[in-house]
Structures are given as C-alpha cells and as structure tokens.
C-alpha cells in the first residue's frame, strides 16, 4: 500500500491510480497522535487481505477505537456515479473536509470520475467564494460547519452559488435545515458510512442500486449496495460480524437503528445509544435531537452522553458549549419525555471535542465529564 498525505495534491493522482488498478493508497491523518493510532491499525508492513482493494481508510474512532475500512475501485466508483445520477449529473466538487476519511475522499473520487479538478478550501470556510465557472457545483459540508457558516453572511452568500451542498456525518436537525433553506441554500441530507464510500442514502432515499432493509427485531439497517466495503483491516472476525457476502451481492450490516417514514429511512441513532437509568430505557439519540431543538439550549451545541451510576445505572448528562440552564432544559423536555430519562446534570465546556473528520468524539467527552 501506499502511504499518502491527505492533501489533494498528494491523493488525487496516487487515488486517480489506485482507481485504474495502481498500488491501494491509505492516507494518513496529519495529527500525530491520530496518525500514530492509524498506522498501529493499518500494519502497512503485513500484505493486504484482497487484490480488489484501492483505498484503505480508518474510521473515525468517535464512539470508540478507529476502525481500518478496505474499499474497492469498483466500490467507490460506484457510490461517485450514484452520487452523479442523484444529483442531476457531474459536476465540479469543492473539498471541505479531511481527505483521510471518506466524506473528504469520495470528494476527490466523484472529481476524478467527473473528469473535473476539485477545488480545496479551509474547513472553517472563510476563503469559500461562489463558482464563478460552468456549473454545476457541489459541496460536501457537517453540520458544524453549515451551522457556523450561516452566522456569516459573506460566506453564506457564497454557499448560494452552489447547486447542491450535501451535509452528512452526524444528525442534522429541523432548526439547521430550515435556516439554510431560508438563506437560499440547497441542502441534501446524506446517511452512510465508511463501509459504503460514504453517504448512500440522500433525504431519505437510497441511492440507485442501494437496497435497505431493517432487521425485524431491533430496526437494525443493513445496506445492500455496489459500494459496500471489502472488509475491516486485519480483522476477520469484525468483518464476518458486519460483511455479508450473496448472490445479492455485498450487505452491510450496520450498528443503526432506522424506521421508514413515508416511503424515506430515518436513522434513529445506534443500537447502542439506548441505555437504562432508573429502570427505563432511553434512546440517547433521541434525547439529544430534542435537546438541541429545545428553546433552552438556545444557540449552544448541545450533546447527551450516559456515564455509569450507582444509583441511577447510567447518569444521563447533557454537556453544552454555552450556558444552558438545567432546570429549563428538563422542564421542556418533560412534556415529551418521562421524568426518569432527563438529564440529571449539566456540563459547560468551552467547546465540543471533535474528531477531525467534524464528529464529536464521545469517548473525548466522557473522560472530560468524568476527569
């Protein structure tokens, strides 16, 4: 494999030949200690466990340890030419977020198979200006970005003169979505994965040839797709749990929970965001959504994590990175929620902790809470 920074003068043309059959390329993260954490997981020095692999990317470890993905040439030409067909057509990509994961790299993937150079811009967004060439044009945002971004109006202006932004990487809220619409905006919503080249999933609908299914018992979503991956790095035992392999093709089975919803999938969070505290179980997700809706919360970002609790089972806590009142946070959710599964403690940080691909790092966040 060939060990790549993660910019785009470095991973376009090593990627453009991995996708022609070349040598598989794994980019690394620039932070030290990610990178250090990314290359103890890819083990460049063992051979790779298929011929068929051109990408080899790590996930991005926020509810726990980094994952190493094994995508395919066929696979991620697959999700850029659905991405193409759902959106009307190629068109010229701006890069936005970090190319060692996949968000970032299907941005690249979707230029090279366009035949289009992408345009590279900070992740703050502050150089963005609105194409001024042929059309059309794509952008591929986190919500925190489009949430910080619409606070200023110069870069607002220029997200209009894209066609299409899509936002995936963490739940979007209503709040979000109705603000960027108002501001003129068009928003896609995406859902995917690492394992799927990214987001297969636009508004709600899967992408041509995506097939969903949720697992009768737990609402489990398990993906049926071309662009499903090839399996985890060194991991055989991960990946016979999450790869199933038929004359269906390649099925995902992931940690997610969705329900349909007029003919469209709505992820409700993963299996494991429920917890018991005081004898009830408590979807996390959910209560996170609601928070951050809620009037109490205010501008703050807000995110719901449980820690263990001798009395409780799991003390639910809401951390915020402004000032939220406790008390006015649990009133309002009590006329949705049962009393039980509030939150019973407020936590002020300066800010998030994020991963670098945007995500908020969960495990990052339970240390800090806890000390």
């Given at each position: 494999?060939l ?7 470095a991973?376009?043309?090593?990627l453009?030949?991995a996708?022609?059959?070349?040598e598989p390329?794994a980019?690394l993260p620039?932070?030290p ?6 290359l103890?997981m890819?083990r460049p ?5 298929s ?5 080899l990317?790590?996930t991005?470890?926020?509810t726990?340890?980094p994952k190493g ?12 030419e659905a ?6 057509g190629p068109?010229s990509?701006t890069?936005?977020?970090p190319a060692?994961y ?6 690249i993937v979707?230029?090279l198979?366009?035949?289009r150079?992408?345009?590279?811009v ?5 150089d963005l ?15 925190t970005?489009?949430a910080?971004a619409?606070k200023?109006p110069?870069?607002t202006a ?9 936002l995936g990487?963490?739940?979007v809220?209503?709040a979000?979505?109705?603000e960027a619409?108002?501001a003129?905006?068009r928003?896609?919503?995406?859902y995917?994965?690492?394992e799927?080249?990214?987001?297969c999933v636009y ?10 299914t ?5 609402d ?10 090839s399996g985890?790095r060194?991991?055989?035992?991960l ?6 392999e ?6 995902l ?6 329900r349909?919803d007029?003919?469209?999938?709505t992820v409700?969070?993963r299996?494991?965001d ?6 009830i179980?408590v979807d996390?997700a959910?209560l996170?959504c609601?928070?951050a809706?809620s009037p ?5 970002e807000l995110a ?5 609790d ?13 000032p939220v009142?406790?008390a006015?946070?649990r009133?309002d ?5 049962p009393?039980r599964?509030?939150p019973?403690?407020m936590?002020?940080l ?9 995500k908020i ?7 800090l809470v806890t000390?």
């Amino acid at each position: 494999m060939l060990i790549v920074e993660p910019t785009p003068e470095a991973l376009t043309p090593a990627l453009a030949a991995a996708l022609a059959g070349g040598e598989p390329v794994a980019p690394l993260p620039l932070d030290p200690a990610e990178r250090r954490t990314a290359l103890a997981m890819l083990r460049p020095d063992q051979p790779l466990e298929s011929g068929e692999v051109a990408a080899l990317l790590a996930t991005s470890g926020s509810t726990g340890q980094p994952k190493g993905v094994l995508l395919s040439a066929a696979a991620m030409i697959a999700g850029a030419e659905a991405t193409h067909d759902r959106l009307g057509g190629p068109g010229s990509w701006t890069l936005a977020l970090p190319a060692h994961y996949v968000a970032g790299l299907m941005v690249i993937v979707r230029g090279l198979v366009a035949g289009r150079p992408v345009a590279t811009v900070r992740g703050d967004l502050a150089d963005l200006t609105a194409p001024a060439d042929a059309g059309p044009h794509y952008l591929s945002l986190v919500p925190t970005q489009l949430a910080r971004a619409l606070k200023t109006p110069e870069i607002t202006a220029a997200l209009t003169g894209f066609d299409t932004i899509l936002l995936g990487g963490a739940p979007v809220g209503p709040a979000l979505l109705e603000e960027a619409r108002r501001a003129g905006l068009r928003v896609i919503t995406t859902y995917g994965t690492s394992e799927t080249c990214g987001g297969c999933v636009y508004d709600g609908i899967p992408l041509p040839g995506v097939k969903i299914t949720l697992e009768p018992a737990s609402d489990r979503v398990m993906i049926t797709a071309p662009m499903v991956f090839s399996g985890y790095r060194l991991r055989p035992d991960l990946t016979q749990v999450a790869l199933r392999e038929d004359a269906t093709g390649r099925t995902l089975i992931t940690n997610d929970r969705g329900r349909w919803d007029h003919d469209r999938l709505t992820v409700l969070g993963r299996l494991d965001d429920v917890v018991i505290t005081g004898g009830i179980n408590v979807d996390l997700a959910q209560l996170e959504c609601l928070a951050a809706e809620s009037p109490a919360a205010g501008r703050a970002e807000l995110a719901i994590i449980g820690v263990p609790d001798p009395t409780w089972g799991t003390m639910i806590i809401a951390v915020a990175d402004g000032p939220v009142g406790l008390a006015e946070l649990r009133a309002d959710l009590a006329t949705r929620l049962p009393e039980r599964g509030l939150p019973r403690r407020m936590v002020q940080l300066p800010a998030l902790p994020r991963t670098s691909s945007g995500k908020i790092d969960r495990q990052r966040l339970i240390q800090l809470v806890t000390g």
